[in-house]
């Protein structure tokens, strides 16, 4: 059956195109670098939003109108996948990503959602022998059921701690068996609400303890995916414990467990725990934590997960900076963990939202690849640490000094002369790179 019977493939026609359906930046084989976009951006569709997503808010039912959504149960599991292959090849999408739930209904019992499982991964399997379209990555929810109350792995209930990892063997051995490059741990509800009734030191260990179980067993089974965390501060907890990457970096240390995981790092989430997109990517780089990306952004004006397709170009410049500056993404991608909004509610919105995001990547890798190029900021920040490089500063750097030492340097020292840091300068750099990099 066809589901998107009015669009044909999405082409690359360039930037004075006046053709909704078609990219205007994002051409798949051009070569940035001396790799390919499609090499390099490694674009995922998030199956969550794009096929199981009604549009519901907290103020009202969902609006979204999708021609699967006349079935129910495994039937319309199964229209899903259909949908989801159809539109993996018109919009030429390398990777997709799930959850179980968005793939399979859950039965009455977790032997039943298995069964479920089982009958939707045969049929991927199956689909996936014709696409060119791969498993970005799989992972649980382990956090809408009721049952995941007061958590998973850190729930004060033993059952429910047992559960969660029933849940997520399963999970491990689908993606074996599709072929997932990478895996995700996003905790939604691994943290409290209040400390008053909360053994956090008991928590935080059964967590870690979780993680080591989970690696064990991919171990045994052969299952050589990456293993991600997802960090985000709040929501649905008032207090998660993979608050951000310097906290989550700080946990897996802790554990023994950073040579195991690397970061799946959300734009939105970034926005939450009051960083900048950029500052989590950078963090994770500096510390080889990177791993992959959901590429979204969040709204200026609310305070909560929006989830919204990313079209600051800002943005999308220094986020790809910093995965161009990582060396790629590795196993990673650019998932689009990101929601048509309320009142995009067709089908047609879909591939809008998509080429929109995918153009948004597309620019801000050229002009990034064009900023390394030109040495720009990395001739900025060495000058701006050029004292560094030597004297006191270069003895400060090789470990050749101690506070005796630097107490003798600086008690006649008279004026210290700074250099401007150019902020506006270079932001306005940026903006000139924008707008020349596609005038050629």
Do not use: C
Request: proline residues 3%.
């Amino acid at each position: 059956m066809t589901y998107f019977k009015t669009i044909e493939k999405i082409q690359y026609e360039g930037p004075k195109s006046t053709n909704p359906l078609a990219f205007k930046f994002y051409n798949p084989t051009e070569k940035v670098g001396g790799k390919t976009m499609e090499e390099i951006l490694r674009f995922g569709i998030a199956y969550w939003h794009t096929f199981t997503e009604d549009l519901s808010d907290p103020f009202g039912v969902g609006t979204a109108v999708r021609p699967w959504d006349k079935y129910t149960g495994l039937d319309l599991a199964k229209a899903r996948v259909e949908a989801a292959f159809e539109f993996f090849e018109k919009i030429n999408a390398p990777y997709f990503a799930f959850h179980d739930v968005d793939i399979a209904p859950e039965g009455d019992t977790l032997r039943e959602t298995n069964k479920n499982l089982d009958i939707i991964v045969a049929m991927i399997k199956d689909y996936m022998k014709d696409s060119k379209t791969k498993l970005l990555w799989n992972t649980v929810n382990n956090f809408s059921h009721p049952r995941f109350v007061h958590g998973a792995a850190s729930s004060n209930n033993a059952d429910v701690f047992a559960y969660a990892a029933a849940k997520v063997k399963k999970a491990l051995e689908v993606g074996k068996e599709l072929g997932a490059e990478n895996y995700v741990f996003w905790g939604g509800r691994e943290g409290y609400e209040t400390l008053l009734n909360t053994n956090m030191k008991l928590e935080l260990d059964n967590l870690a303890r979780f993680f080591h179980m989970a690696k064990d067993y991919a171990n045994e089974i052969g299952f050589d995916a990456q293993f991600l965390i997802e960090p985000k501060p709040k929501e649905p907890t008032s207090h998660q414990y993979d608050f951000d990457v310097a906290s989550g970096y700080a946990f897996l240390q802790h554990y023994g467990l950073e040579n195991i995981f690397k970061f799946n790092i959300e734009a939105n989430h970034a926005t939450l725990a009051g960083h900048t997109f950029e500052h989590e990517l950078h963090y994770a780089r500096i510390h080889n934590m990177l791993g992959s990306v959901d590429a979204n952004q969040g709204h200026p004006l609310l305070g909560w997960d929006t989830d919204e397709f990313p079209t600051d170009l800002h943005t999308t410049v220094l986020a790809m900076y910093e995965i161009l500056k990582n060396g790629g993404l590795g196993r990673g991608g650019l998932n689009f963990d990101a929601k048509v909004r309320r009142g995009s509610f067709t089908p047609e919105d879909l591939f809008h939202a998509h080429i929109a995001g995918m153009d948004s990547f597309a620019i801000g890798l050229k002009v990034a690849q064009s900023l390394i190029d030109d040495n720009v900021l990395d001739g900025i920040i060495e000058d701006r640490y050029q004292s560094y490089t030597e004297g006191i500063g270069l003895d400060i750097v090789e470990g050749n000094t101690d506070l005796k030492k630097l107490e003798a340097y600086a008690l006649d020292l008279k004026d210290i002369q700074h250099a401007s840091g150019k902020q506006e300068s270079i932001k306005a750099t940026i903006n000139q790179y924008l707008l020349t990099t596609f005038n050629d």
